[in-house]
């Protein structure tokens, strides 16, 4: 027989290390080539890593929870035949084609990391005991946010208490692996949850986000409820949060993954370009009609509409008008580098953290393709599988604290760029209104507050007040784009 060892590799971007979040087979389980043998997390994504070899699985050589450098040995496979050990495979990079795969055979597939066909060679396998299950779809979107939802990290591990009568779960009754999405899982696992114990409530057995937050809460409350139903002869309240103060006093999380690189990125941000943030406060009534007319067309019924989209694409213009924006400095090189491209920015909240995936080439979009790539882009980082390719080359961002109920703030300088436009959210407020006669009324309006933050080594006062007054003025009344072209 010959054993061959597949080593951890190169996820690109400058990434040297990855953490070992799940093994999908076990030792002894017999593999194909292209199967999803593992799902590791680097600095910006989780991967999912395929075997370029067919046969048995030998030995895992690394542990869940275990971060490893790139080149460390991480799972062995007897492919059958005779002969001395084979080499590793080589280290591959996302987005370029892998050499075809040794032991499959002449007409098997270049290899992508962290893709795969989806069927036949590439099913995935569960440990032992449990079978293979279809991912969870993720959570629905809200009105006005291209990002996913927060979910709180930090939260302590909820205390377990039986129920005298507990449901059972559909997902472990079947016997298989419970259905759920890495989001989720992640959720379960930072709440010390087993998954085989949530009740799912989502499609064919899948377990959702609101699933495990209120397992969490009900394992806390649990008994309780039940001495309450007793007493007063129906249905205690369902409790939606973890009572503060439950579980250990004090928690740590390690500070690894997507969250250390925004801390060291964000730190080099703040202490290398100096900052400058300014605020306008604007009647978007017109940009709200407007969406409330895109949504209606025969040509967006199939992507979602929000202000958010109104905003992106008025950036675009506001950039070819001020061109200076759109640039970064060049400390190497004492060169001010202006970009003829707008590689467009989402601020995303994510489980793992904040991440800010960019739309390439937006300023070559109409308003339907973005709207479609901002749709794509919630959702690749919402199943945290946003690639780090997807993260570099930024220009300019966007962040959209009004999802949170904010009305503004001083978002920091994404590493690389010069700007950062922050949203704020839309309120209904009373509004100074002139009519064709030059008479001032208060009128009723939707109102919000943009602010733009910038490098003032490169962009002065003028240059970001005439950008962010020219934002404003298409939201304000979104036909002036037509004038700008």
Same mark, same amino acid.
């Given at each position: 027989?010959?054993?061959?060892?597949?080593?951890?590799?190169?996820?690109?971007? @400058?990434?040297?290390?990855a953490? #070992?979040v799940?093994?999908k087979?076990?030792?002894g389980?017999?593999?194909?080539?292209?199967d999803?043998? &593992?799902e590791?997390?680097?600095?910006?994504?989780?991967v999912?890593?395929?075997?370029?070899?067919?046969?048995?699985v030998?030995?895992?050589?690394?542990?869940?929870?275990?971060?490893i450098d790139?080149?460390?040995?991480?799972?062995?496979?007897?492919d059958g035949?005779?002969?001395?050990?084979?080499?590793? /495979?080589?280290?591959? $990079?996302?987005?370029?084609?892998? /050499?075809?795969?040794?032991?499959a055979?002449?007409?098997?597939?270049?290899?992508?990391?962290?893709?795969?066909?989806?069927?036949?060679?590439?099913?995935?396998?569960a440990?032992?005991?449990?079978?293979?299950?279809?991912?969870?779809?993720?959570?629905?979107?809200?009105?006005?946010?291209?990002? /996913?939802?927060?979910?709180?990290? !930090?939260?302590?591990?909820?205390?377990?208490?039986?129920?005298?009568?507990p449901?059972v779960?559909v997902?472990s009754?079947a016997?298989?692996? =419970?259905?759920?999405?890495?989001?989720?899982?992640?959720?379960?696992?930072?709440?010390?949850?087993d998954?085989?114990?949530?009740?799912?409530? @989502?499609a064919?057995?899948?377990?959702?986000?609101d699933?495990?937050?209120?397992?969490?809460?009900?394992?806390?409350?649990?008994?309780?409820?039940?001495?309450?139903?007793?007493?007063?002869?129906?249905?205690?309240?369902?409790?939606?949060?973890?009572?503060?103060?439950?579980?250990?006093?004090?928690?740590?999380?390690?500070?690894?993954g997507?969250?250390?690189?925004?801390a060291?990125?964000? %730190?080099?941000?703040a202490?290398?370009? =100096? !900052?400058?943030?300014?605020?306008?406060?604007?009647?978007?009534?017109?940009?709200?009609?407007l969406?409330?007319? &895109?949504?209606g067309?025969?040509?967006?019924?199939?992507?979602?509409?929000?202000?958010?989209?109104?905003?992106a694409k008025?950036l675009v &213009?506001?950039?070819?008008r001020?061109?200076?924006?759109?640039?970064?400095?060049?400390?190497?090189?004492?060169e #001010?580098?202006q970009?003829?491209?707008?590689?467009?920015?989402?601020?995303?909240?994510?489980?793992? @953290?904040?991440?800010?995936?960019? #739309?390439?080439?937006?300023h070559?979009?109409t308003?339907?393709?973005?709207?479609?790539? $901002?749709?794509q882009?919630?959702?690749?980082?919402?199943?945290?599988?946003?690639?780090?390719a997807?993260?570099?080359?930024?220009?300019?961002?966007?962040t959209?604290?009004?999802?949170?109920?904010?009305?503004?703030?001083t978002?920091?300088?994404?590493?690389?760029?010069?700007?950062?436009?922050?949203?704020?959210?839309?309120?209904?407020? =009373?509004? %100074?209104?002139?009519?064709?006669?030059?008479?001032?009324?208060?009128? #009723?309006? !939707?109102?919000?507050?943009?602010?733009?933050?910038?490098?003032?080594r490169l962009?002065?006062g003028?240059?970001?007040?005439?950008?962010?007054?020219? &934002?404003?003025a298409?939201?304000?009344?979104?036909?002036?784009?037509?004038?700008?072209?």
């Amino acid at each position: 027989m010959a054993i061959k060892t597949f080593n951890l590799p190169d996820p690109g971007e @400058g990434l040297v290390e990855a953490e #070992i979040v799940e093994w999908k087979v076990s030792p002894g389980d017999t593999v194909k080539v292209n199967d999803m043998v &593992l799902e590791i997390e680097t600095a910006k994504s989780l991967v999912e890593l395929p075997i370029p070899w067919a046969g048995t699985v030998k030995e895992l050589l690394v542990e869940v929870g275990q971060t490893i450098d790139v080149g460390t040995p991480i799972i062995s496979i007897d492919d059958g035949k005779g002969g001395d050990d084979a080499p590793s /495979a080589a280290p591959s $990079i996302p987005g370029e084609k892998a /050499a075809p795969a040794e032991g499959a055979g002449g007409d098997s597939e270049a290899i992508l990391v962290g893709y795969g066909a989806k069927a036949g060679a590439t099913a995935r396998r569960a440990r032992k005991g449990m079978a293979a299950d279809p991912v969870a779809a993720g959570p629905t979107e809200t009105e006005q946010v291209a990002a /996913a939802a927060p979910v709180a990290e !930090h939260a302590a591990p909820a205390p377990r208490v039986e129920s005298p009568a507990p449901a059972v779960p559909v997902a472990s009754a079947a016997g298989g692996r =419970p259905k759920a999405k890495p989001p989720v899982r992640k959720l379960a696992k930072d709440l010390g949850i087993d998954l085989a114990s949530v009740t799912p409530t @989502g499609a064919d057995g899948i377990i959702t986000r609101d699933d495990v937050t209120n397992h969490a809460s009900g394992a806390v409350v649990n008994g309780v409820a039940a001495q309450a139903d007793s007493a007063v002869g129906g249905a205690a309240p369902a409790i939606s949060r973890m009572p503060f103060g439950a579980g250990e006093r004090e928690e740590r999380t390690p500070i690894k993954g997507v969250r250390k690189m925004t801390a060291q990125a964000m %730190v080099g941000s703040a202490f290398t370009a =100096p !900052h400058v943030t300014e605020w306008i406060t604007i009647d978007v009534t017109k940009t709200m009609e407007l969406v409330d007319r &895109l949504k209606g067309s025969r040509e967006f019924k199939d992507v979602k509409v929000t202000p958010l989209l109104v905003l992106a694409k008025a950036l675009v &213009l506001a950039v070819k008008r001020n061109p200076g924006m759109n640039a970064t400095w060049d400390e190497a090189n004492q060169e #001010i580098v202006q970009k003829n491209y707008v590689n467009l920015g989402i601020a995303a909240a994510t489980p793992r @953290g904040l991440i800010v995936p960019n #739309i390439k080439d937006a300023h070559a979009m109409t308003m339907l393709e973005l709207a479609q790539a $901002i749709g794509q882009l919630t959702a690749t980082a919402r199943e945290g599988r946003t690639q780090p390719a997807e993260m570099s080359g930024g220009t300019m961002t966007i962040t959209n604290v009004g999802v949170f109920g904010v009305d503004s703030g001083t978002p920091i300088i994404n590493p690389g760029e010069s700007a950062i436009v922050c949203f704020g959210a839309i309120r209904k407020q =009373p509004w %100074v209104v002139t009519d064709a006669d030059g008479n001032d009324e208060i009128a #009723i309006r !939707h109102v919000t507050q943009l602010a733009v933050s910038f490098d003032h080594r490169l962009i002065d006062g003028e240059l970001g007040s005439r950008f962010l007054s020219d &934002l404003a003025a298409i939201l304000a009344d979104p036909a002036q784009a037509l004038v700008w072209g």
